[in-house]
């Protein structure tokens, strides 16, 4: 990309890399707790990357997507050792956001073909298609875990949140697609349209965090940076998933609904390249985790020619302001928390800022898109 340092890119993005390899929890967790706890993203299991549910599940699959471009064992191994240790010691209950490590681990089982991997992906992908709670008109409910509690859960009754398509959508179709199980992949397709049903606003193009149909309303409606990242960036790698197979009636319908959401984010960045955690009020801060996730998402739909361009200055943008929130040891700054469903744009401004295993990640898939230009 021009006027994008190249030897700035690869540097930093190894830097990334090595910080997401170690990272560990706060030092600061007792006064964090006392400050505000749940209310401010505070969420103990979330932290570092040993821990099984969607912050490491994410940070997971950007090393994968790295490790797959660099042909990198190390990265590899740090991924099969991982998985191993975390099933040696028992896995957290089955919900939403601890499916997401498995996406990372049907991919590496290509290179392993370990019957203990295949036999927990079936076994986790029956769950979902017959177990799982749902909404009306069968959502996956956007069930998670009990803060505190590894094997309770949250069950958010009634509810859809975007974070559901790249948390478990992705890898549902993923099984689907690798074992040949026509209902499966069915069954995302109808995950994937029901969420853009209930979560996508029309007159601005952006998504919604969530749906309750024992309201029947999106909450507070409010357009979450990093909740339209996941939509931004999941929906290209759902689609590359069909290897050309995808009805293209719903192929159109889909790729026009990120189409409107990218034009739509495009005219919210602020001067610096970033976006705000809410989209739409500037008071807000800019935050770093879901601004590389709409920069990898816009950089690859230019890539496929979905996008033209014009779009190009945008992500640039996007990628100078993300490599100025990178610290000298490789820790991406000004990332949010946990962040849960709100009623008010205060709540998403009221989130805590740290270290997280997704904010190393969503850097990596930025910057990697970045380096195929």
């Known amino acids: 990309m021009k006027n994008v340092n190249e030897k700035e890119l690869k540097e930093k993005l190894n830097l990334v890399i090595e910080k997401l390899l170690n990272l560990g929890g706060p030092d600061n967790a007792e006064e964090l707790e006392t400050q505000g706890?749940?209310?401010?993203?505070?969420?103990?299991?979330?932290?570092?990357?040993?821990?099984?549910?969607?912050?490491?599940?994410?940070?997971?699959?950007?090393?994968?997507?790295?490790?797959?471009?660099?042909?990198?064992?190390?990265?590899?191994?740090?991924?099969?050792?991982?998985?191993?240790?975390?099933?040696?010691q028992g896995l957290p209950s089955k919900n939403i956001n601890t499916t997401t490590p498995l996406l990372t681990l049907v991919e590496l089982n290509e290179y392993y073909h370990d019957p203990e991997f295949e036999a927990l992906c079936k076994?986790?992908?029956?769950?979902?298609?017959?177990?799982?709670?749902?909404?009306?008109?069968?959502?996956?409910?956007?069930?998670?875990?009990?803060?505190?509690?590894?094997?309770?859960?949250?069950?958010?009754?009634?509810?859809?949140?975007?974070?559901?398509?790249?948390?478990?959508?992705?890898?549902?179709?993923?099984?689907?697609?690798?074992?040949?199980?026509?209902?499966?992949?069915?069954?995302?397709?109808?995950?994937?349209?029901?969420?853009?049903?209930?979560?996508?606003?029309?007159?601005?193009?952006?998504?919604?965090?969530?749906?309750?149909?024992?309201?029947?309303n999106n909450f507070g409606e409010i357009f979450w940076c990093r909740g339209n990242s996941w939509f931004t960036l999941g929906i290209l790698d759902y689609i590359d998933m069909f290897e050309g197979t995808m009805n293209p009636g719903i192929k159109s319908f889909i790729i026009d609904t990120y189409k409107a959401q990218v034009s739509a984010l495009k005219k919210l960045q602020s001067k610096s390249g970033l976006w705000h955690t809410v989209l739409t009020d500037p008071s807000s801060y800019e935050e770093v985790s879901g601004s590389a996730a709409i920069a990898a998402g816009i950089l690859k739909g230019i890539r496929y020619g979905i996008l033209d361009d014009s779009y190009l200055e945008c992500a640039k943008k996007a990628i100078n302001a993300i490599l100025k929130n990178i610290d000298k040891d490789g820790t991406v700054l000004n990332v949010s928390g946990g962040t849960g469903m709100g009623y008010d744009a205060d709540h998403y401004k009221n989130i805590l800022i740290a270290p997280m295993a997704y904010g190393q990640s969503l850097t990596i898939l930025a910057l990697a898109e970045a380096l195929r230009f």
């Open 37 to 88: 706890g749940e209310a401010i993203g505070f969420f103990k299991r979330d932290f570092g990357i040993q821990e099984w549910d969607w912050p490491q599940g994410v940070g997971l699959y950007g090393l994968l997507k790295i490790m797959q471009h660099e042909k990198n064992d190390e990265y590899k191994e740090f991924l099969y050792k991982w998985f191993k240790d975390n099933m040696a």
């Open 123 to 216: 076994k986790w992908g029956e769950w979902l298609m017959n177990c799982i709670p749902r909404t009306k008109e069968g959502g996956f409910q956007h069930v998670t875990s009990a803060n505190g509690d590894r094997q309770g859960v949250r069950l958010n009754e009634n509810e859809m949140w975007i974070d559901t398509l790249f948390m478990t959508v992705l890898f549902l179709n993923k099984m689907g697609q690798k074992y040949k199980i026509q209902e499966w992949v069915d069954e995302s397709i109808h995950q994937v349209l029901i969420h853009i049903k209930y979560l996508y606003d029309k007159k601005t193009g952006l998504f919604y965090h969530g749906w309750t149909f024992n309201e029947y």
